[in-house]
């Protein structure tokens, strides 16, 4: 991967998923929310992306992620997600994302987040479409007999 041949859109992508990759959902959006003020209306939108999940499902994912880390050397963290400042989380995504895009891929991500332009209840669910396990458990949504229609 050059980092020269990609466009910025394809940098910020590239940079959302190390940060999906290294600090879990959680530690993204706290990320995010450390670059640019926050737009859109996260209550009114959350629960469409959230409705319908069960806490075995939840459950399932949160064991994914711890799975996935401890299989990933790489994937260390100075410490416990939840025991980390949104500081120290925004530095961890700043060392994650120069260690895999360099110091000017880096640069790139953040001129991206910093514009300030995205509406973050528009932009958001298409991270949360990144998860296999949610993708899976919206299928399943759709399919599930007793759900009403809306």
């Known amino acids: ?16 998923e190390i940060l999906l990759d290294k600090l879990g959902h959680a530690g993204t959006i706290r ?5 640019e003020p926050p737009t859109g209306d996260y209550t009114a939108e959350r629960h469409k992306w959230l409705d319908g999940l069960d806490m075995e499902t939840i459950m399932q994912g949160i064991q994914e992620l711890r799975q996935k880390k401890q299989e990933d050397p790489e994937n260390e963290f100075p410490k416990d997600l939840s ?3 949104d500081i120290e989380v925004y530095r961890f995504g700043l060392s994650v994302i120069s ?7 880096q640069m790139r991500f ?4 910093k514009s300030g332009t995205k509406d973050r209840a528009l932009t958001h669910p298409k991270h949360l ?3 296999a396990s949610i993708t899976k458990m919206q299928q399943e949504r759709k399919m599930d007999p007793l759900r009403k229609k809306e």
């Open 99 to 105: 260690g895999k895009l360099g110091p000017s891929g």
């Open 1 to 16: 991967m050059n980092i020269q041949d990609m466009t910025d859109a394809e940098v910020y992508e590239r940079g959302i």
């Open 129 to 131: 479409d990144k998860f």
């Open 83 to 85: 025991e980390m400042t």
């Open 31 to 35: 990320f995010i929310e450390q670059c």
């Open 110 to 113: 953040l001129r991206q987040c």
